[in-house]
């Protein structure tokens, strides 16, 4: 894709399932970037020729300030944020006020204080921000209030952006992933991506759990110059989730004659 080669990538998240897959797509597209993220054994791991990494809490503004300083410092400009970093704190109707802060803070606040830091770059490079929404953005799901509400807060967030930051060149916009096979489907399953998509199965038309590789080609396309006419919109990595709505992908009528 064009407009991608020689530039560079700041990516929170990136030592997750998701973020590295994201990162490899970059690199193979000869972007540079500066992985983020609160796990510092796998994102030292990730260090390589045109990757670098710094730890980071989104959290805290201080190592927001020192993630942009250190992409600078290393790579000499900023081109395209990437927010996979989220947190999945939810506790459903019981969740405390300290909760609701700590998941809004992590994947609502630190991306849109991210943004602040870079702004100068980005707009000086016509840069790009993808934000990461979620099929879950869009329905209620049982037992989960935190991270649908702040998803749908991201989405929301992703389409001020991209009028504010029009006039500067920067372009914003956001993917939102059905059922992936990533760090939380890994724990949840110990690893049995089988058991995922069989569950996942139902819920999505193409019958099973995405691939990171899949939402990264999603994440490079609205990077690239290819996308250079689309900003505050969302693409839909879904395998045909939100298009499913209630029905299922089994038919409905037949069970009525059962």
Sequence with gaps: MRGLDGKVAIVPG??????????????????????????????????????????????SDEDIKALVKATKEQFGRIDFLVNVACSYLDNGADSTRAEWLEALDVNVVGSAILMQEARPELAANKGAIV????????????????????????????????MDLAPEGIRVNAVSPGWTWSNIMDQLTEGNREKTDSVAAPFHLLGRTG????????????????????????????????????????????????
């Design 14 to 59: 990136g030592a997750t399932k998701i973020g590295q897959a994201v990162v490899d797509a970059f690199v193979a597209a000869g972007t540079r970037v500066m992985v983020a993220d609160i796990n510092a054994d796998a994102g030292t791991a990730m260090m390589r020729e045109g990757v670098g990494f710094t730890a980071c809490d989104l959290r």
């Design 131 to 162: 934000n990461f929404g979620s099929i879950s953005s869009r329905v209620a799901q049982t037992g989960r209030w935190l991270y649908p509400v702040s998803k749908a807060a991201i989405l929301q967030l992703t389409r001020a952006q991209a």
């Design 211 to 258: 691939n990171p590789e899949e939402v990264a080609s999603a994440v490079l396309f609205l990077c690239s110059d290819e996308a250079s006419f689309i900003t505050g919109t969302d693409i839909r990595v879904d395998g045909g989730y939100t298009a499913m709505g209630p029905e299922q992908n089994v038919p409905a009528i037949p069970k009525l004659m059962e």
